[in-house]
Nanobody, 125 residues
Framework: VQLQASGGGLAQAGGSLRLSCAAP????????IGWFRQAPGKEREGVAC????????YYADSVKGRFTISRDNAKSTVYLQMNNLKREDTAVYYC???????????????????WGKGTLVTVSS
């Protein structure tokens, strides 16, 4: 599955952005979808993930209460609504498809088998 993430850009601290993840010509409906991010000089971090039906979601502690993951299976698209953005949210954001795995509260990336190119989110103060 070829994934495509979009919606990144520049936002001010306290502002909002919505990222989208789609698979043109394919369907994401059978997969859990995760959003991950990587800031310069840091390891990739799992941000949020959602089950195929959308009834199960998990979030990293750093984004709980601010970010919301959702999916529209009719459009085969997954969204990440990011509110109250902080400078530390600045990163390249990736979406990935596969199996949702959590280990000690962390959203792990090794269950994901398909990755899209990232979209850059920059938050200014």
């Amino acid at each position: 599955v070829q994934l495509q993430a979009s919606g990144g850009g520049l936002a001010q601290a306290g502002g909002s952005l919505r990222l989208s993840c789609a698979a043109p010509g394919s369907t994401l409906n059978a997969y859990s979808i995760g959003w991950f991010r990587q800031a310069p000089g840091k390891e990739r971090e799992g941000v949020a993930c959602i089950s195929p039906s959308g009834n199960i979601t998990y979030y990293a502690d750093s984004v709980k209460g601010r970010f919301t993951i959702s999916r529209d299976n009719a459009k085969s698209t997954v969204y990440l609504q990011m509110n109250n953005l902080k400078r530390e949210d600045t990163a390249v954001y990736y979406c990935a498809a596969g199996i949702m795995i959590r280990d000690q509260g962390r959203i792990e990336d090794y269950g994901m088998h398909s990755w899209g190119k990232g979209t850059l989110v920059t938050v200014s103060s």
